[in-house]
């Protein structure tokens, strides 16, 4: 099921944003859960269940994916394709998986170095079709660097192998949250992990689907709404959590800073940077760099889309400063085909002086197919 979502879509200046809105479920908890249900047997969407659709391109794949699992299309989701690469070639001794050709530029490199393997797609196509030849391996040593989700593959493929496995981290983990709501997952699911000092151990595991699977609203979604309220909205929000293990859960404790590091939820800071601009003075963002290879370069990005509605940002060393004055003009934004520069556009139109037209809101398809209905139902635009 799909919703109408307009090409470009203007938000009226000097409105101040009201309303209910029903979150849909978490991108993170649900793609995690349904590939452990389908390694487990079970139906995928039982991970959805409850939740109404329509559900975002990226966990449309998913649940696709872990029902094929030996050959899946991964779309343009990062984090799917990072989790697919180790579960196939742990299961099944060989990698299928095809992806949106945008989702190639923005590498996997550190699970090709772990599994010992070159996964360049077939020339001329989209689709990585390689043996996997892992022998005796047993140890698997990852760089978490630039993101957890490769470690997050491996917790869910390892369990899967009939001998012990170590993974070994080369460096602490970024995003750590992240691959901690892996590691509660794989447990759920009846997978035996251990972690040391520098990294894990996995023992031969049999995952079964539990009575409860613990899939919550989006977090990242609900923060786009709380931004709103910082900024003078009063928009009620459905469906989230407190015991989520979703860092982005945290999203109003980082807003109060105006000097807070965002390592282990890097999603923020969009929504970040436009709340600051709600505030007098100087508001420093910490460990964006590695934004640079998201959706879009996420870290640039923020800048000129805060600097474009007549803001003032600039990007420092692995940190992005935002120079708030209380307001911005408004004008036109290119959110650069990422669906979190155009939820940060809508928030920063409610302290614009004048209209802000976003470009390309079809983007938000990626995370939140809703997103146009929900802001014409607190009454910023019209459909």
Same mark, same amino acid.
């Not at 251990?194 to 979604?221: F, L, N, Q």
């Given at each position: 099921?799909?919703?109408?979502?307009?090409?470009?879509?203007?938000?009226?200046?000097?409105?101040?944003?009201?309303?209910?809105?029903?979150?849909?479920?978490?991108?993170?908890?649900?793609?995690?859960?349904?590939?452990?249900?389908?390694?487990?047997?079970?139906?995928?969407?039982?991970?959805?269940?409850?939740?109404?659709?329509?559900?975002?391109?990226?966990?449309?794949?998913?649940?696709?994916?872990?029902?094929?699992?030996?050959?899946?299309?991964?779309?343009?989701?990062?984090?799917?394709?990072?989790?697919?690469?180790?579960?196939?070639?742990?299961?099944?001794?060989?990698?299928?998986?095809?992806?949106?050709?945008? %989702?190639? !530029? *923005?590498?996997?490199?550190? #699970?090709?170095?772990?599994?010992? +393997? &070159?996964?360049?797609?077939?020339?001329? @196509?989209?689709?990585?079709?390689?043996?996997?030849?892992?022998?005796?391996?047993?140890?698997?040593?990852?760089?978490?660097?630039?993101?957890?989700?490769?470690?997050?593959?491996?917790?869910?493929?390892?369990? %899967?192998? !009939? *001998?012990?496995?170590?993974? #070994?981290?080369?460096?602490?983990? +970024? &995003?750590?949250?992240?691959?901690?709501? @892996?590691?509660?997952?794989?447990?759920?699911?009846?997978?035996?992990?251990?972690?040391?000092?520098?990294?894990?151990?996995?023992?031969?595991?049999?995952?079964?689907?539990?009575?409860?699977?613990?899939?919550?609203?989006?977090?990242?979604?609900?923060?786009?709404?709380?931004?709103?309220?910082?900024?003078?909205?009063?928009?009620?929000?459905?469906?989230?959590?407190?015991?989520?293990?979703?860092?982005?859960?945290?999203?109003?404790?980082?807003?109060?800073?105006?000097?807070?590091?965002?390592?282990?939820?890097?999603?923020?800071?969009?929504?970040?940077?436009?709340?600051?601009?709600?505030?007098?003075?100087?508001?420093?963002?910490?460990?964006?760099?590695?934004?640079?290879?998201?959706?879009?370069?996420?870290?640039?990005?923020?800048?000129?889309?805060?600097?474009?509605?007549?803001?003032?940002?600039?990007?420092?060393?692995?940190?992005?400063?935002?120079?708030?004055?209380?307001?911005?003009?408004?004008?036109?934004?290119?959110?650069?085909?990422?669906?979190?520069?155009?939820?940060?556009?809508?928030?920063?139109?409610?302290?614009?002086?004048?209209?802000?037209?976003?470009?390309?809101?079809?983007?938000?398809?990626?995370?939140?197919?809703?997103?146009?209905?929900?802001?014409?139902?607190?009454?910023?635009?019209?459909?």
């Amino acid at each position: 099921m799909w919703y109408f979502i307009p090409m470009e879509m203007t938000i009226q200046n000097g409105i101040s944003p009201s309303g209910r809105v029903t979150l849909p479920p978490s991108k993170s908890e649900a793609i995690r859960a349904a590939l452990l249900i389908g390694l487990a047997g079970g139906d995928p969407r039982l991970a959805v269940a409850g939740f109404p659709e329509p559900y975002c391109g990226d966990l449309c794949d998913a649940l696709l994916a872990a029902k094929e699992l030996k050959s899946a299309y991964v779309g343009e989701s990062a984090a799917l394709m990072r989790f697919m690469i180790p579960i196939q070639a742990v299961k099944w001794g060989r990698v299928e998986v095809s992806a949106d050709e945008v %989702l190639y !530029k *923005r590498g996997y490199a550190e #699970i090709e170095d772990c599994l010992g +393997v &070159s996964l360049a797609p077939i020339p001329g @196509t989209t689709l990585i079709h390689k043996r996997v030849r892992l022998g005796r391996k047993n140890r698997f040593g990852i760089d978490c660097s630039r993101s957890s989700q490769f470690l997050s593959g491996l917790l869910m493929a390892l369990p %899967l192998m !009939k *001998r012990d496995c170590e993974i #070994i981290l080369k460096n602490p983990p +970024v &995003s750590k949250p992240y691959s901690d709501m @892996t590691l509660d997952f794989v447990r759920l699911f009846g997978g035996r992990v251990e972690e040391t000092e520098t990294g894990y151990i996995t023992h031969p595991s049999r995952y079964a689907v539990p009575e409860e699977i613990p899939v919550m609203g989006d977090a990242s979604y609900a923060a786009v709404f709380e931004a709103m309220n910082l900024l003078g909205g009063s928009v009620e929000i459905s469906g989230a959590s407190g015991t989520t293990r979703q860092p982005d859960r945290r999203f109003a404790e980082y807003a109060a800073m105006s000097d807070c590091d965002i390592t282990d939820c890097p999603d923020l800071l969009p929504l970040l940077a436009a709340v600051a601009c709600g505030r007098r003075g100087d508001t420093v963002i910490r460990g964006t760099a590695r934004l640079r290879t998201k959706e879009s370069d996420r870290e640039s990005g923020t800048v000129e889309l805060i600097n474009g509605l007549g803001g003032s940002a600039e990007v420092g060393n692995d940190r992005v400063v935002v120079h708030g004055t209380g307001s911005l003009r408004g004008g036109a934004v290119d959110p650069q085909d990422d669906h979190r520069l155009c939820f940060a556009a809508a928030v920063a139109a409610t302290i614009c002086s004048e209209p802000v037209t976003i470009k390309n809101v079809e983007c938000t398809r990626k995370s939140a197919p809703r997103f146009p209905e929900d802001l014409a139902g607190m009454g910023m635009l019209s459909l």
